[in-house]
């Protein structure tokens, strides 16, 4: 028979092995826990949905869209430490529009264009080619590809931006929705409604 000190060692053994099992599973759990977008939002559907593409005949076609977002995910992922992101592009499918969304369970900092902001004055236009706006939490980058040169009289359609860039971010979550069109209400619609489903 056992000893009162060997059943206490066992006990404790078990205990400790139980914690760290349990800490082990916390710990993948968090690490592993996935972010999912929704296949529709508003008007648009995701091009790796079911309702996108139909199910007659785009079983290849649904699959290969599935692992392409997958691959994206897993990259932004490895770019900020290991913290569960996903990706998914939507698509309206009679203005044939398209959306870019990625999620990340981390803060991805301010928006910020890739060559900077120019100063419109100093380049002779009218306005910037990239534009930071921000409202209600949610901040924006608006591109012009060709704006207005300074001194001229342009359209209004001149002013309004060719893609936009949305994203609304808090220390544990950042939604960004990358546009191949120029409203920047539909985009921060996208972005707020996907917030709201994730947060």
């Known amino acids: 028979m056992l000893s009162r000190n060997a059943w206490i060692g066992i006990i404790a053994s078990v205990v400790v092995v139980a914690a760290a099992i349990g800490l082990l599973q916390l710990v993948r759990t968090v690490g592993e826990d996935e972010l999912s977008l929704p296949p529709q939002v508003d008007d648009l559907l995701a091009v790796d949905s079911e309702a996108f593409l139909g199910t007659s005949g785009q079983e290849d076609l649904l699959a290969t869209r599935r692992a392409e977002a997958r691959t994206v995910g897993e990259s932004l992922s490895e770019a900020f430490d290991g913290a569960a992101a996903v990706t998914r592009v939507y698509v309206d499918r009679e203005s044939a529009e398209s959306v870019t969304v990625f999620a990340v369970a981390a803060d991805a900092g301010p928006l910020l264009p890739p060559g900077g902001f120019v100063d419109p ?79």
């Open 121 to 199: 004055d100093r380049a002779g236009l009218a306005l910037p080619p990239v534009e930071r706006v921000a409202d209600d939490g949610v901040e924006c980058l608006l591109q012009r590809n060709n704006p207005p040169r300074a001194g001229t009289d342009y359209q209004p359609d001149q002013a309004a931006p060719d893609t936009v860039q949305c994203q609304r971010r808090s220390g544990t979550l950042t939604v960004r929705a990358q546009a191949t069109f120029g409203d920047r209400d539909r985009v921060e619609d996208v972005v707020d409604d996907v917030w709201d489903d994730l947060d």
